[in-house]
């Protein structure tokens, strides 16, 4: 596995529009990308960020966007700008041979997983899941039955966010479950509220396993299983003797799609007992159900010979772990808490 170099006080980040432009929020894109600059880190936005529009422009353009930031030696890494629904348009015109030939920490989350996914699995560079550009912009508000405070981002950073930060800047910190979450869509708030205890559940009351990191969006991954972009199969080859941790992160799968993509992952030969330490599910932001079936119900039919952690702090619901596809994974599980440390091997 290949690792980018980590980020140093002045570097610049490249940031460009493969889902979707952020013509829409550019007040809170804006708050965002000052958070990234008290780090000391320098932006470079490509001419599709801004854009109101749902794809971030046309596809060839998108694509030829994120190549020129890969050949550009004066940045030192490339973040998405947003999520969105149309990544996948564009990957035919992302020129692979540079993004290998040029590896850089490659960070999103939602629909860049289609590209975070090939790039690690197919060609084998290390890659970052949690967070766009537009991801730190979050005014935060907590409250417990003693306190109640404001934090403004200009002043705090919550721990969840600061995380990412700690981890490009080189440090190989252990993130722990976080004990409460907001249950609603952060979305459609301008304030961040823990407003649920974190449940975590698991198929074992303690569970201990190191693998190779691997997973995404599944909305996402479930389109990807038998094309082009799909290297899974290379990457389980290649990384046999280390086994490999799922995780997934759910945005509105009902229980019924995502139990049939796990057995679909499952006939695909991307799941199995022998080289699937464990799968950590992350919440589900939009739940749903056709039948009746409950996300529980859906776990433990299709993982009954593999330990799957369900409800963590994974994906679209806020505070959320930090990924590292491709590294090496300390994962562990007891009384309802959990631990990641991620090793670069």
């Not at 890659?127 to 002043?155: H, K, V």
Request: glycine share 8%; net charge negative; hydrophobic share 35%.
């Amino acid at each position: 596995m290949r690792y980018p170099e980590f980020l140093s006080e002045g570097d610049l980040i490249g940031i460009c529009a493969p889902s979707a432009g952020v013509g829409r929020k550019e007040e809170s894109f804006d708050a965002s990308l000052k958070a990234i600059h008290k780090e000391g880190w320098r932006t470079r936005e490509t001419a599709s960020v801004r854009l109101n529009d749902m794809r971030g422009g046309d596809a060839p353009a998108r694509g030829k966007e994120l190549n020129e930031l890969f050949r550009s030696p004066d940045v030192k890494m490339v973040m998405a700008a947003s999520g969105g629904d149309f990544l996948d348009e564009m990957l035919p015109y992302t020129d692979w041979d540079t993004l290998s030939a040029n590896p850089k920490w490659l960070m999103g989350y939602s629909d860049p997983t289609g590209l975070l996914y090939p790039y690690t699995t197919l060609y084998d560079v290390a890659s970052l899941y949690g967070f766009n550009a537009g991801s730190f912009d979050m005014i935060t508000y907590f409250r417990d039955e003693r306190d109640e405070t404001y934090y403004d981002p200009d002043s705090f950073s919550p721990e969840y966010l600061q995380n990412a930060f700690r981890f490009l800047a080189g440090e190989m910190l252990e993130q722990h479950s976080f004990p409460a979450f907001m249950k609603g869509d952060t979305w459609q708030t301008d304030q961040v509220a823990f407003n649920a205890p974190s449940a975590y559940q698991a198929s074992a009351k303690r569970i201990q396993v190191s693998g190779r990191c691997i997973g995404g969006c599944i909305d996402v991954l479930k389109d990807m299983i038998g094309t082009v972009y799909d290297g899974t199969k290379a990457f389980k080859s290649r990384y046999a003797g280390d086994g490999l941790i799922w995780y997934f992160d759910n945005f509105s799968l009902s229980a019924e799609s995502l139990y049939r993509t796990f057995l679909q992952m499952r006939y695909a030969g991307w799941i199995d007992p022998e080289t699937t330490k464990a799968v950590l599910m992350g919440r589900t932001l939009i739940e749903s159900s056709d039948t009746g079936m409950t996300y529980e119900e859906g776990f433990r039919r299709a993982f009954p010979d593999i330990p799957v952690i369900w409800e963590a702090d994974v994906g679209h619901t806020v505070p959320h772990f930090f990924m590292v596809n491709g590294a090496m994974l300390d994962l562990g599980y007891e009384n309802g808490k959990c631990r990641l440390k991620f090793r670069l091997e």
